[in-house]
């Protein structure tokens, strides 16, 4: 059952988690078979799968299961190219591939992490 929306302030999760797999799936993607078939890029348990050929475009987000080791799929959204906001939700499960999918597309500075170790590591 397909949900259509426009209002991005109905599920800004499910506008940010696709800005993000667009995000990743271009940076880290790779062409399948066909150069002009579609993308995928797979990072950290998550394959992300975008159709930028395809008319409406699709976008599709698998995540590992917590319970088994078989993937699931969790975001399957469709749009057209000119209708930024209006979506056609095929599937949306909120949970921690969100998180995950954030940390990979923005992982934290080298600095940062730096501090938190030194600070974890230094003895009182």
Known sequence: MKILTDDPDWAPKLYEARALAIRLVRKHGRPQHNPAAFLVAERDGLTVAYHPHRSPLLLTVDAPREAAGRCERVL?????????????????????????????????????????????????
């Open 76 to 124: 399957s959204i469709e749009w057209n190219d000119g209708d930024a906001w209006r979506v056609a939700i095929e599937t949306y499960h909120p949970g921690r591939w969100e998180s995950r999918l954030k940390t990979i597309v923005h992982p934290r500075p080298w600095l940062e992490r730096w501090r938190a170790m030194a600070l974890f590591t230094a003895s009182a």
